[in-house]
């Protein structure tokens, strides 16, 4: 789907919010009631939760053989997200990062790969993290029995993605759908590329102690995700507790990963709302939770992406990244 239809789509369910949903006067006076207090804390709660998140990236590059400082990856981590939202329509926030990273030296391939695995398995954990939300839903009574039959497809589908997931995996299986293509297709320079990443993708797959590890970090972290939205709340004084929040947000975020809106702008917000209505929470509170959410994650990445900026040489640089081949130095992914 092309980027204006997306930010189209994001524009529109916006303002359906604002017209059908929502008394946006409302949603000004909870902004207003934001305690000082609950900003600076839900501030900390996000940098801590990049810095996990850069952390488990660092485990992956560290399996291929790079050494990634965490300060340094933090700064490229979060930079690469503000870059991302001002550059939407040249190159997104993975594409930035993996830029910014072979640019210091790390070969492009293994960039690539340790970007792919962080999100496959960040997929396949969410999704599950998802149906777990379902539950949590169904058993304090905010969905009733009708949603069942989405928590049965939901199973299904992450079957179907773990599967998927583990033929990947397998060399051997690969290696034999490699052999059944034409030889011309074989033996052309993007087949190349692709069995150069393959061999790397594999590799990584193979350090089974940092698969478990960023494994289990993913799921804490994503669990972890639900004390920001908490923050939030207590600070605009919404009535919502980490149990509700934990079945609410995972399912929020993992719709919202669809790729219909841009940035998941208004689709999450729509998914949010609703299931924070069922559960009886105001449709301006959710909002207010939602809105806040987006600006203070914003604020805490501007200190990381100011210091890349300065590290780096300032804006000229991002440039030159933007205008530079996906892997620097003479390497292709």
Same mark, same amino acid.
């Given at each position: 789907?092309? @980027?204006?239809?997306?930010?189209?789509?994001?524009?529109?369910?916006?303002?359906?919010?604002?017209?059908?949903?929502?008394?946006?006067?409302?949603?000004?006076?909870?902004?207003?009631?934001?305690?000082?207090?609950?900003?600076?804390?839900?501030?900390?709660?996000?940098?801590?939760?990049?810095?996990?998140?850069?952390?488990?990236?660092?485990?992956?590059?560290?399996?291929?053989?790079?050494?990634?400082?965490? $300060?340094?990856?933090?700064?490229?981590?979060?930079?690469?997200?503000?870059?991302?939202?001002?550059?939407?329509?040249?190159?997104?926030?993975?594409?930035?990062?993996?830029?910014?990273?072979?640019?210091?030296?790390?070969?492009?391939?293994?960039?690539?790969?340790?970007?792919?695995?962080?999100?496959?398995?960040? $997929?396949?954990?969410?999704?599950?993290?998802?149906?777990?939300?379902?539950?949590?839903?169904?058993?304090?009574? &905010?969905?009733?029995?009708?949603?069942?039959?989405?928590?049965?497809?939901?199973?299904?589908?992450?079957?179907?993605?773990?599967?998927?997931? @583990?033929?990947?995996?397998?060399?051997?299986?690969?290696?034999?759908?490699?052999?059944?293509?034409?030889?011309?297709?074989?033996?052309?320079?993007?087949?190349?590329?692709?069995?150069?990443?393959?061999?790397?993708?594999?590799?990584?797959?193979?350090?089974?102690?940092?698969?478990?590890?960023?494994?289990?970090?993913? &799921?804490?972290?994503? &669990?972890?995700?639900?004390?920001?939205?908490?923050?939030?709340?207590?600070?605009?004084?919404?009535?919502?507790?980490?149990?509700?929040?934990?079945?609410?947000?995972?399912?929020?975020?993992?719709?919202?990963?669809?790729?219909?809106?841009?940035?998941?702008?208004? &689709? $999450?917000?729509?998914?949010?709302?609703?299931?924070?209505?069922?559960?009886?929470?105001?449709?301006?509170?959710?909002?207010?939770?939602?809105?806040?959410?987006?600006?203070?994650?914003?604020?805490?990445?501007?200190?990381?992406?100011?210091?890349?900026?300065?590290?780096?040489?300032?804006?000229?640089?991002?440039?030159?990244?933007?205008?530079?081949?996906?892997?620097?130095?003479?390497?292709?992914?």
């Amino acid at each position: 789907m092309k @980027l204006a239809l997306r930010i189209g789509i994001s524009l529109v369910l916006i303002v359906l919010l604002f017209a059908y949903v929502v008394d946006a006067g409302e949603v000004v006076r909870t902004l207003q009631r934001f305690h000082p207090t609950y900003i600076v804390l839900a501030l900390a709660v996000a940098t801590f939760d990049r810095i996990l998140m850069t952390y488990k990236w660092a485990l992956l590059l560290k399996a291929q053989g790079h050494d990634l400082p965490l $300060f340094r990856g933090v700064m490229i981590y979060c930079s690469s997200m503000v870059w991302g939202l001002a550059l939407p329509a040249t190159v997104g926030a993975d594409a930035i990062r993996a830029l910014m990273l072979t640019r210091r030296g790390i070969s492009g391939t293994d960039v690539v790969t340790s970007i792919v695995v962080e999100r496959m398995l960040g $997929f396949v954990l969410a999704l599950a993290l998802g149906l777990v939300s379902l539950l949590i839903l169904r058993s304090i009574d &905010v969905l009733d029995a009708r949603y069942d039959q989405v928590l049965y497809v939901g199973i299904a589908l992450l079957a179907g993605t773990i599967a998927l997931a @583990l033929a990947s995996m397998n060399e051997r299986l690969v290696a034999f759908l490699m052999t059944r293509l034409p030889r011309r297709l074989r033996e052309s320079k993007i087949m190349h590329q692709l069995q150069r990443f393959t061999s790397a993708y594999h590799a990584l797959g193979n350090a089974r102690r940092t698969i478990v590890l960023f494994s289990g970090l993913t &799921v804490a972290e994503q &669990v972890f995700a639900v004390v920001f939205p908490w923050t939030l709340a207590l600070g605009l004084g919404v009535p919502a507790d980490l149990l509700l929040l934990l079945g609410v947000l995972p399912l929020s975020i993992l719709i919202s990963r669809l790729p219909i809106s841009f940035d998941g702008l208004g &689709v $999450f917000e729509a998914v949010f709302i609703g299931l924070m209505l069922l559960a009886g929470i105001p449709a301006e509170s959710a909002l207010a939770i939602a809105i806040s959410g987006r600006v203070l994650q914003l604020l805490a990445f501007l200190p990381w992406w100011l210091a890349q900026v300065v590290s780096t040489g300032g804006v000229k640089s991002l440039q030159r990244l933007e205008q530079s081949p996906l892997a620097a130095k003479g390497q292709d992914f």
